[in-house]
């Protein structure tokens, strides 16, 4: 499905097909990997947890399409990054044991003094 949106879509407009189809089929993928796991298990994904990574992800491309020189791209992913991070913590999606969790898997990770 990819190869065709392609082949049809970026001869016309480019770059924006590019983006189209790729959005398109990632669109697809995820909503036929929710539906997948409601039918095999019956669990929907919450409502919240939902609508913060729509705002989150609204906030990404926001941010995304500030435009700066090329050697600021590592920084302006990190930057993005940390906004969605921050964004989900502060908006609450993650339960206090996942924030322990991340705490003790950082920790671990770093050199001991």
Do not use: N
């Amino acid at each position: 499905m990819a190869i065709v949106g392609h082949l049809i879509l970026i001869p016309r407009w480019g770059s924006i097909g590019a983006a189209i189809v790729a959005t398109t089929v990632a669109s697809g993928g995820a909503i036929a990997s929710v539906l997948t796991i409601y039918r095999l298990w019956g669990i929907l994904p919450p409502w919240r947890s939902l609508l913060r990574a729509i705002v989150m992800c609204g906030c990404a491309y926001g941010l995304s399409s500030i435009s700066l020189p090329p050697h600021w791209v590592l920084l302006k992913l990190l930057a993005i990054s940390t906004v969605i991070l921050l964004g989900l913590l502060l908006s609450g999606e993650f339960t206090p044991q996942e924030r322990t969790q991340f705490r003790t898997a950082i920790r671990d990770r770093l050199p001991s003094r």
